[in-house]
């Protein structure tokens, strides 16, 4: 189940204006995040689960926790479709940063 699984990123910041984050797709597709998607993203770090992302973003909206993993959960699919997030589990070896 997703909310299991560490969010990874599959694109990078470009550019980051007025609370909006503009990220470039691996196609190369330009996709501007609104203030509230751009919070979920900079909390991505390939450790953290929807749930722990929501319990921090729960915290920063002033909304409790079930209505943040609905927020979180459905935020972060939208970004999965448009292939800038991933939940697959990865493997990282060694030779991967060589």
Known sequence: MILENPI???T???KKQEGCIITISEDGQKYILNPEYAM???EIDD???IEDIAQIV????EINL????EKVTEMAKELAEKDL????NY???EEDYV
């Open 8 to 10: 990874h990123m599959k």
């Open 12 to 14: 990078y910041i470009w």
């Open 40 to 42: 979920i993203w900079e």
């Open 47 to 49: 450790l953290k689960t």
């Open 58 to 61: 729960a915290v920063k909206m």
């Open 66 to 69: 079930d209505m943040a993993i």
């Open 85 to 88: 997030i991933s939940f697959e």
């Open 91 to 93: 493997l990282w070896l």
